[in-house]
């Protein structure tokens, strides 16, 4: 078996999608009186009621830098062990655009469909083994994997750091009444309030920023659409990055609903770890 596997959908994406992830979304103590908060407090009320998150379902659209547009549809448990289902399509790429990724059990699989299968002998899912291969550099590349393992609320706090957030009015989403709000965040003044959170927190958030940076984000135009319950109903970010624009809508689809992922058949997956060590063996 060829051990060197284009993985399907670029990693770019991948990874982006996964650090990502959504702003995850949990019921607060009061319900509807963002809208009648001044706009900083009413944001910052709705990140902080992200911090109980256990699931969610999550749709994705946009542009991402390099991979162009992008649809994602995903459920994600985060309590109290993660696991994730999601499907991606990239749809400037044609048939190398559309992956699935399931995390479940500590390891990671991406799917690709017909095409992976030319390249891995008809097996269309590629297995890393998160503790076998210690989700190193390489496998970030490939895949994104230690920003799987992120708490995915982590940017829907950014806006808190924003200096003009405003109220832009009311609007509808996915059939909910929300309060539109805006602002826009410079990452340098981000990475400037770090030393204010707790340790767990400080981490998470460098690391989300991390990625941005990574990208040539230098500042982040942000919209969120808060519900009655004080949540997140729908989050956008939009920014300027090296390699072309970064436009990524997130919408809440479910909160805290069973989630249930299962690893693909093992008849048709190929196992990364073990074609690193056959390739050793005949080295």
Same mark, same amino acid.
């Given at each position: 078996?060829?051990? &060197? %596997?284009?993985?399907?959908?670029?990693? *770019?994406?991948? +990874?982006?999608?996964?650090?990502?992830?959504?702003?995850?979304?949990?019921? #607060?103590?009061?319900?509807?009186?963002?809208?009648?908060?001044? @706009? +900083?407090?009413?944001?910052?009320?709705?990140?902080? $009621?992200?911090?109980?998150?256990?699931?969610?379902?999550?749709?994705?659209?946009?542009?991402? @830098?390099?991979?162009?547009?992008?649809? %994602?549809?995903?459920?994600?448990?985060?309590?109290?062990?993660?696991?994730? &289902?999601?499907?991606?399509?990239?749809?400037?790429?044609?048939?190398?655009?559309?992956?699935?990724?399931?995390?479940?059990?500590?390891?990671?699989?991406?799917?690709? *469909? @017909?095409?992976?299968?030319?390249?891995?002998? *008809?097996?269309?899912?590629?297995?890393?083994?998160?503790?076998?291969? #210690?989700?190193?550099?390489?496998? $970030?590349?490939?895949?994104?994997?230690?920003?799987?393992?992120? $708490?995915?609320?982590?940017? &829907?706090?950014?806006?808190?750091?924003?200096?003009?957030?405003?109220?832009?009015?009311?609007?509808?989403?996915? *059939? %909910?009444?929300?309060?539109?709000?805006?602002?826009? %965040?410079?990452?340098?003044?981000?990475?400037?309030?770090?030393?204010?959170?707790?340790?767990?927190?400080?981490?998470?958030?460098?690391?989300?920023?991390?990625?941005?940076?990574?990208?040539?984000?230098?500042?982040?135009?942000?919209?969120?659409?808060?519900?009655?319950?004080?949540?997140?109903?729908?989050?956008?970010?939009?920014?300027? +990055?090296?390699?072309?624009?970064?436009?990524?809508?997130?919408?809440?689809?479910?909160? $805290?609903? @069973?989630?249930?992922?299962?690893?693909?058949?093992?008849?048709?997956?190929?196992?990364?770890?073990?074609?690193?060590?056959?390739?050793?063996?005949?080295?």
């Amino acid at each position: 078996m060829n051990t &060197s %596997v284009r993985v399907p959908v670029g990693a *770019g994406l991948a +990874a982006l999608v996964l650090a990502a992830g959504a702003v995850g979304c949990a019921k #607060g103590d009061e319900a509807g009186g963002s809208s009648d908060m001044a @706009p +900083a407090a009413a944001v910052a009320k709705a990140a902080k $009621n992200t911090e109980e998150i256990d699931s969610l379902r999550y749709r994705m659209t946009g542009k991402v @830098p390099e991979e162009g547009r992008i649809k %994602v549809e995903a459920q994600m448990q985060i309590k109290p062990a993660l696991a994730m &289902s999601m499907k991606m399509t990239a749809l400037d790429q044609g048939a190398d655009g559309s992956a699935e990724i399931r995390l479940v059990d500590k390891a990671m699989y991406i799917g690709g *469909g @017909p095409e992976a299968a030319k390249e891995m002998d *008809g097996k269309s899912w590629l297995k890393f083994d998160l503790e076998a291969m #210690g989700g190193g550099d390489e496998l $970030n590349q490939l895949g994104g994997v230690a920003q799987a393992e992120q $708490n995915p609320a982590t940017e &829907s706090t950014f806006l808190t750091g924003a200096e003009d957030v405003e109220k832009v009015g009311t609007e509808t989403v996915e *059939g %909910v009444e929300t309060t539109h709000y805006k602002g826009t %965040v410079a990452l340098a003044d981000l990475e400037k309030t770090l030393g204010d959170e707790d340790e767990a927190t400080r981490e998470k958030r460098q690391k989300s920023l991390e990625q941005y940076e990574k990208m040539g984000v230098d500042e982040l135009a942000m919209d969120m659409w808060v519900d009655g319950d004080d949540r997140p109903k729908q989050f956008r970010m939009r920014g300027e +990055a090296d390699k072309g624009p970064l436009d990524m809508t997130i919408t809440f689809l479910g909160i $805290n609903e @069973p989630v249930k992922v299962t690893a693909p058949p093992a008849e048709d997956t190929a196992d990364l770890a073990e074609m690193m060590k056959e390739a050793a063996a005949e080295s």
